[in-house]
T-cell receptor
Framework: EAQVTQNPRYLITVTGKKLTVTCSQN?????MSWYRQDPGLGLRQIYYSMNVEVTDKGDVPEGYKVSRKEKRNFPLILESPSPNQTSLYFCASRPLGAFSYEQYFGPGTRLTVT | QKEVEQNSGPLSVPEGAIASLNCTYS??????FFWYRQYSGKSPELIMS????GDKEDGRFTAQLNKASQYVSLLIRDSQPSDSATYLCAVNRDGNQFYFGTGTSLTVIP
């Protein structure tokens, strides 16, 4: 089944404790992206990647890191989480190609930072 | 100014009616436009994409794009209770950065 998976689905952590949220897709998509969703602010793009070793900032990259060492994986790293990073996080992917900008989203990771 | 603006609603329509959802965007260079449906606690699900001016129909859904007015809309005909969800409008300029509206909550009343 074609899908985007995220782990963990739920995470409660404390301020300053480094964490990684994994994202994996089995559709051989070149493009992957991370979003956070907050009430009243909608979905905001954190980082995106056009392919292996190619990443770029989205709208709200502060406090986050990403890496793209393999085509299928795009982990999101919070090196020193803070309470304002409490949010619902989504990973998405899409194939690169002419007029193929439709993204497929993972199930989401609900992160709470206390 | 927000990149993408939507009325937050809630929008309530009776079952069988037409639901009309609207979205405006600020970047005139935007090239692709999307409507996603999101049930509470779930991930966004793509309903429609539209790339050129005019209407695009898919089943009960019609997306309308007017680039001159920087306006995108989604019509849902014969609304069903299962259409009750939040609808997100998204725009994209170059295939890389995507901007989403805050969503419009739709309730279809049986």
């Amino acid at each position: 089944e074609a899908q985007v998976t995220q782990n963990p689905r739920y995470l409660i952590t404390v301020t300053g404790k480094k964490l990684t949220v994994t994202c994996s897709q089995n559709m051989n998509h070149e493009y992957m992206s991370w979003y956070r969703q907050d009430p009243g602010l909608g979905l905001r793009q954190i980082y995106y990647s056009m392919n292996v070793e190619v990443t770029d900032k989205g709208d709200v990259p502060e406090g986050y890191k990403v890496s793209r060492k393999e085509k299928r994986n795009f982990p999101l790293i919070l090196e020193s989480p803070s309470p304002n990073q409490t949010s619902l996080y989504f990973c998405a992917s899409r194939p690169l190609g002419a007029f193929s900008y439709e993204q497929y989203f993972g199930p989401g990771t609900r992160l709470t930072v206390t | 100014q927000k990149e993408v603006e939507q009325n937050s609603g809630p929008l309530s329509v009776p079952e069988g009616a037409i639901a009309s959802l609207n979205c405006t965007y600020s970047d005139r260079g935007s090239q692709s436009f999307f409507w996603y449906r999101q049930y509470s606690g779930k991930s966004p699900e793509l309903i429609m994409s539209i790339y050129s001016n005019g209407d695009k129909e898919d089943g009960r859904f019609t997306a309308q794009l007017n680039k001159a007015s920087q306006y995108v809309s989604l019509l849902i005909r014969d609304s069903q209770p299962s259409d009750s969800a939040t609808y997100l409008c998204a725009v994209n300029r170059d295939g890389n950065q995507f901007y989403f509206g805050t969503g419009t909550s739709l309730t279809v009343i049986p």
